[in-house]
């Protein structure tokens, strides 16, 4: 299986913050890169796939970034809605596995 | 707009066999191009993925689950079952359901499952 590491598993930042959020796979997983958000209660919303595409309905002050083994997310200014823990998962081969989360929380 | 509803019991038994159904509104799910998916999150804990079924009825299970798992498909009922046998206290878990392309979009709401005697 390919392990997916996300970092920090956990951060505190303020209303306007820029954040960023690193998840790291074990092999070349190409650009099979999706990201989550949930918040508490909630299902996963989708909110990049492709590594860097932006899912429809989604802000722009999200982006994904990068190939091959690195991969990020970044909020360029974080709001109170933000708030949430964000999940990447590879796609790039079954079995599809997920990082650990990094939960985000209000400074 | 494409909606994903899960459906079950909420507690089982264990040794017992979990079952859950996904019905789905708003597309068909013999349209080509898509899977669709199971996955559970226990309590205060991350995601796995469980499988998922094609619109031509091909599964693809996680091993860590494949021997206990089977998700089969209703076109007459636009849906799509998920039965975990000889449960334990591990399986508890909200379990999801999803359709799968580069991701997965969208989730049902979960339901929780309690397995305890």
């Known amino acids: 299986d390919i392990q997916m590491t996300q970092f920090p598993s956990s951060l505190s930042a303020s209303v306007g913050d820029r954040v960023t959020i690193t998840c790291r796979a074990s092999?070349?997983?190409?650009?099979?890169l999706i990201w989550y958000q949930q918040k508490p209660g909630k299902a996963p919303e989708r909110l990049i796939y492709?590594?860097?595409s932006l899912q429809s309905g989604v802000s722009s002050r999200f982006s994904g970034s990068g190939s091959g083994t690195d991969f990020t997310l970044t909020i360029s200014s974080l709001q109170p809605e933000d708030f949430a823990t964000y999940y990447c998962?590879?796609?790039?081969?079954?079995?599809?596995?997920f990082g650990g989360g990094t939960k985000v929380q209000i400074k | 707009q494409l909606q994903l509803q899960e459906s079950g019991s909420g507690l089982v038994k264990p040794s017992q066999t979990l079952s859950l159904t996904c019905a789905v509104s708003?597309?068909?799910?013999?349209?080509?191009?898509?899977?669709w998916s199971w996955i559970r999150q226990p309590p205060g804990k991350g995601l796995e993925w469980i499988g998922y079924?094609?619109?031509?009825?091909?599964?693809y299970y996680n091993p860590s689950l494949k021997s206990r798992v089977t998700i089969s498909v209703d076109r007459s009922k636009n849906q799509f079952s998920l039965k975990l046998s000889s449960v334990t206290a591990a399986d508890t878990a909200v379990y999801y359901c999803?359709?799968?392309?580069?991701?997965?979009?969208?989730w049902g709401q979960g339901t929780l499952v309690t397995v305890s005697s």
């Open positions: 999803a359709r799968e392309r580069a991701g997965l979009d969208p």
């Open positions: 708003g597309a068909s799910i013999s349209n080509g191009g898509y899977s």
């Open positions: 079924i094609y619109h031509s009825g091909s599964t």
């Open positions: 092999q070349s997983i190409n650009r099979n």
């Open positions: 492709t590594a860097s």
């Open positions: 998962q590879q796609s790039y081969t079954t079995p599809f596995t």
